[in-house]
């Protein structure tokens, strides 16, 4: 049964910082691009980073580029992926899901980001 569990979300002033973290089992991952999407209230998820199966490249959305930071860890078959946010705004307040193989692909349960200002 594959599982994408993310944690890490929370509440925190804006300019602060959070790291996300999923770890998806249940398959193996390895050669499997994974990614962060993020859904605002009554709006349908965006893309926020992807990173490659080796995880030797990775992209941002606009929105987030130079202040976040995706990574991974890859074991048998496992991953954790990570989202190291900074300067974080109110605007990046959502819940962010993590994903393997894309929109068609499969999904965590998502974890809410709240920014005050």
């Known amino acids: 049964q594959v599982q994408l569990v993310e944690s890490g979300g929370g509440l925190v002033q804006a300019g602060g910082s959070l790291r996300l973290s999923c770890a998806a089992s249940?398959?193996?991952?390895?050669?499997?691009?994974m990614n962060w999407y993020r859904r605002f209230s009554g709006k349908d998820r965006e893309f926020v980073a992807g990173?490659?199966?080796?995880?030797?490249?990775?992209?941002?959305a606009n929105s987030v580029k130079g202040r976040f930071t995706i990574s991974r860890v890859d074991a048998k078959n496992t991953v954790d992926l990570y989202l190291q946010m900074t300067s974080l705004k109110p605007e990046d307040s959502a819940i962010y899901y993590c994903?393997?193989?894309?929109?068609?692909?499969?999904w965590g349960q998502g974890t809410q980001v709240t920014v005050s200002s």
């Open positions: 994903n393997a193989l894309g929109p068609g692909g499969f």
């Open positions: 249940g398959r193996s991952f390895s050669g499997t691009r």
């Open positions: 990173i490659s199966w080796d995880g030797g490249s990775a992209d941002y």
